[in-house]
């Protein structure tokens, strides 16, 4: 019998977790694009999750301001007289404090979405780093092999000049010397890749050793924008102002709870006295009980609030100004990155591809000696890494500006 109900629970936690597992968006079974990993980043990352979650919590402090005082309820007896006395006291609220309150709460939830841009503005920042980090390892191991590939050639032809006396051996060992650096970069190339997926598994709340393919390239999603339109809409979405403007509007709801609780909270009462000999032996009993604002009427509470409000706007125009040159800062770097992006594959790269092609024609044909050669191999090499992390950095100044604009650039 127990075994049964054993194998119930086993079979009742499986379909939990499998139901759990389902209702988890998967990962595509091909290479991710930067838009299908921001839409996975957008579902499974647990820090955008918890935010999200944050929400019922202030959901259920509109509930709590919804409340409406309880009433008490009182019975005595006592040996003087009337010998018992039952009543009811009931505060009402009045001057609007339990709506002033419902507002106040309201106005708090509109927080709960500012800490939900907050998380995803990390996790844009993070996914663009992480998922264009990939993009560019993947580049540095093709970059290795196709360096280690030349290198071999030269090699190759290093060989074959030294059998024919053509090239002393010496040629050969340099030429030795190059395979095995190019070999050593291609494993860190591959290091570098393995870390890099690890990053994106992170931001994907996917476990470490989850295999990941993504396609794309390092110059997408880099759109012209002008300073004006990217101040529009930094003005308007940045979360650091929407959080002060949100900041601003609570605090105009709470110093209107404060003024609204300087009206007194009457106390009905009701009851009856009992058990009077020689007067009555049943007798009703009312009271109102109110207590008078004299001295205090939340003045240092609403001074506060207003004092609050003044500071809350005084550092929002601080931010503003702080918003207006970082988007003039950022807009000038990534125009200075797509422009040295630009330099490397229209000119330079080409230019050293050439170079190099020419030098192993001339090395080949006995023209010149293989430093030239390998000088012109160790400029292509610098060059193409040079121009990769140009793009990246084209990138990475990108996950700057969305930072700053709050919103992801389409």
């Known amino acids: 019998m127990r075994s049964g109900i054993r194998s119930c629970f086993a079979l009742a936690a499986i379909a939990a977790a499998g139901a759990l597992a389902s209702a988890q968006p998967q990962v595509p079974a091909g290479p991710l694009t930067y838009e299908q990993a921001l839409a996975l980043a957008t579902s499974r990352n647990l820090n955008v999750e918890a935010a999200r979650r944050a929400r019922a919590i202030r959901e259920a402090a509109i509930r709590t301001a919804r409340q409406i005082p309880n009433p008490d309820v009182s019975f005595e007896t006592t040996q003087d007289v009337p010998h018992q006395a039952f009543s009811v006291d009931l505060p009402v609220e009045l001057g609007g404090k339990r709506s002033r309150r419902i507002d106040l709460a309201k106005e708090e939830l509109t927080l709960a979405e500012v800490d939900i841009q907050t998380e995803m503005r990390a996790v844009r ?175 240092g509470e609403i001074a506060g609030s207003i004092a609050t409000t003044a500071q809350l706007r005084t550092k929002r125009e601080a931010t503003l100004r702080t918003v207006e040159n970082q988007v003039y800062g950022v807009l000038a770097r990534v125009e200075a990155a797509r422009r040295q992006v630009e330099a490397y594959d229209q000119r330079l790269v080409p230019t050293a591809t050439d170079l190099q092609t020419l030098a192993e024609e001339s090395y080949r044909g006995g023209r010149t000696s293989v430093l030239g050669l390998l000088d012109a191999q160790r400029s292509l090499r610098d060059l193409r890494r040079e121009a990769l992390q140009a793009a990246l950095d084209l990138q990475l100044a990108l996950a700057d500006l969305e930072e700053v604009l709050g919103t992801p650039i389409q």
């Open 125 to 299: 920042r993070e996914l663009r780093q992480a998922f264009y980090g990939l993009i560019a390892a993947d580049e540095r191991v093709r970059l290795a092999e196709s360096l280690l590939d030349i290198a071999r050639r030269v090699h190759d032809a290093a060989q074959a000049r030294f059998e024919t006396g053509a090239a002393p051996r010496l040629e050969v060992l340099q030429a030795d010397l190059t395979v095995t650096r190019a070999e050593t970069d291609i494993e860190l190339a591959r290091g570098i890749r393995v870390s890099s997926q690890a990053t994106l598994d992170a931001v994907l709340n996917l476990p470490p050793q989850q295999a990941l393919a993504v396609t794309g390239s390092l110059y997408e999603h880099a759109p012209v924008i002008a300073y004006e339109q990217a101040l529009a809409t930094a003005t308007a979405s940045n979360v650091d102002l929407v959080l002060l403007d949100r900041q601003m509007a609570v605090e105009a709801r709470r110093l209107d709870l404060l003024r609204a609780e300087r009206t007194p909270t009457p106390i009905f009462s009701a009851g009856a006295l009992f058990n009077n000999p020689g007067e009555f032996t049943v007798a009703s009993r009312y009271a109102v009980t109110v207590g008078v604002p004299i001295f205090s009427r939340n003045q």
